[in-house]
């Protein structure tokens, strides 16, 4: 079954850390970008960052650029996202995406809730 | 920076009405535009890219047009189940901006 499941959220207090992660099956992971997309309760949808096959380059949004590293292992198909320095406005739904070679995101996982409260 | 505008921010239809949203890019995107479909409570769901491509298994009544800056997604007889928050994304160049979402409603 192709899927992407998100994990790793939870609540954290503000100036914390979180390392997310994105479990993918049934597909050739290392053959594909992909990427993060997150969502703010009742908000639009933000793009976060994405990588390269074999991590050869990633972009980040400005708004994270700096507290946020993205990263993956294709031996255990797994993309990750490390965020330090959470701030309030860092609450939201984090989905892992899968990217066609073009470049649209053509697979979504169900998302992970990161909620930074005090 | 780069913006995505999407237009109008929230629509009322009735079943069976035309109804179009328009999303404009700050500069010229080539035809590096998705769309997307995000019910309430739901995942978002990939509805065209390369700005008119229906991806596969989305009704024909979802259409895509545009080149460059001005783009649009029409819905030639509204649904029920089309109820839901619409955006677009420019894709291949970073940052990969979404619009800021056009919520869908039956009248």
């Known amino acids: 079954q192709v899927q992407l499941v998100e994990s790793g959220g939870g609540l954290v207090k503000p100036g914390g850390s979180l390392r997310l992660s994105c479990a993918a099956s049934?597909?050739?992971?290392?053959?594909?970008?992909m990427s993060w997309v997150r969502q703010a309760p009742g908000k639009g949808l933000e793009w976060v960052s994405y990588?390269?096959?074999?991590?050869?380059?990633?972009k980040y949004a400005d708004s994270v650029e700096g507290r946020i590293t993205i990263s993956r292992d294709d031996a255990k198909n797994l993309l990750f996202l490390q965020i330090n320095s959470l701030g309030v406005e860092d609450t939201a739904v984090y989905y892992c995406t899968r990217l066609t070679v073009p470049g649209w995101s053509d697979l979504w996982g169900q998302g992970t809730l990161v909620t930074v409260s005090s | 920076d780069f913006q995505m505008t999407q237009s109008p921010s929230s629509l009322s239809a009735s079943v069976g009405d035309r109804v179009t949203i328009t999303c404009r890019a700050s500069q010229g995107i080539g035809d590096h535009l998705a769309w997307f479909q995000q019910k309430p409570g739901k995942v978002p769901k990939l509805l065209i890219y390369a700005a008119s491509t229906l991806q596969s298994g989305v009704p024909s009544r979802f259409t895509g047009s545009g080149f460059g800056t001005d783009f649009t997604l029409t819905i030639s007889g509204l649904q029920p189940e089309d109820v839901a928050t619409y955006y677009c994304q420019r894709y291949t160049t970073a940052p990969r901006t979404f619009g800021q979402g056009t919520q869908v409603e039956i009248k």
């Open positions: 049934g597909f050739t992971f290392s053959d594909y970008y």
């Open positions: 990588i390269s096959r074999s991590s050869s380059y990633a």
